[in-house]
């Protein structure tokens, strides 16, 4: 009597499992997005995105100068550049940025004093503010938008006046953003066709 019961409980349980099955299907398909990278205030401020040091690492810069004279930094300068994930799937595929996307550059302050360290360059804890670019064409007028935020504060978009949009939009490689020093990142471009050579 015994054996019997569980036989039919182990035959009850061989319906209910691929009906889990299934209804954990369906549930797969309907799953909800992931939250957008950019997340903002009420009235548009972009708040900092908070795990952004989980995303995908595009490069680190050190001591990077865009001039021509000496760069007139009384210490080192480390970047570190960062994509949401989503956005990099996406670019993997495409060799474009969709909308949503957020890219982050982390300077740093670099220091070569440090435990067992004779020469060459480590990063600090010191994080000076974090820049960000975010597109959304539905939101912004050029697609994209620049953001510093200080400290943890949201931040307001930083006017399409400013000297971010213009050396993105004229040396950027692809779509303003700086590909040609990303080094994972270029090679899917230049294949997608979507690579401009950003001097
Ligand atoms: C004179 C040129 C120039 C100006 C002006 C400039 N940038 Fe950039 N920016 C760069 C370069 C070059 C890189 C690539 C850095 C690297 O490889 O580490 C970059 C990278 C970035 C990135 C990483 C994502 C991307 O678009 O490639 C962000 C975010 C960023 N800059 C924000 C800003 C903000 C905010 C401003 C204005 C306050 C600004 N930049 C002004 C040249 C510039």
Not at 32 to 45: F, V
Not at 49 to 68: C, H, I, K, Q
Not at 117 to 141: M, Y
Request: glycine fraction near 10%.
């Amino acid at each position: 009597m015994k054996i019997a019961k569980t036989a039919l409980l182990a035959r009850a349980g061989l319906l209910i499992v691929p009906a889990l099955l299934l209804f954990g299907a369906a549930q797969g398909s309907t799953a909800p997005e992931p939250a957008a990278a950019a997340q903002y205030t009420a009235t548009g401020e972009l708040i900092l995105p908070a795990d952004y040091r989980e995303w995908v690492f595009l490069t680190s810069g050190l001591n990077m100068n865009y001039s021509d004279g000496p760069l007139g930094m009384d210490h080192e300068m480390v970047d570190n550049v960062f994509v949401d994930p989503v956005a990099w799937k996406a670019f993997k595929a495409t060799g474009r940025w969709p909308d949503g996307t957020v890219m982050v550059k982390e300077p740093r302050i670099g220091s070569s004093k440090g435990s067992i360290n004779k020469s060459g360059i480590f990063q600090t804890e010191q994080r000076f503010d974090l820049e960000v670019h975010v597109r959304d064409s539905r939101r912004f007028k050029g697609g994209w938008a620049f953001f510093v935020n200080v400290g943890d504060k949201p931040a307001k978009a930083i006017p399409a006046s400013a000297s971010c949009y213009s050396c993105h939009g004229q040396h950027g490689a692809v779509d303003t953003t700086f590909v040609q020093f990303y080094p994972t990142a270029k090679p899917i471009a230049v294949k997608a066709g979507t690579f401009a050579d950003g001097k």
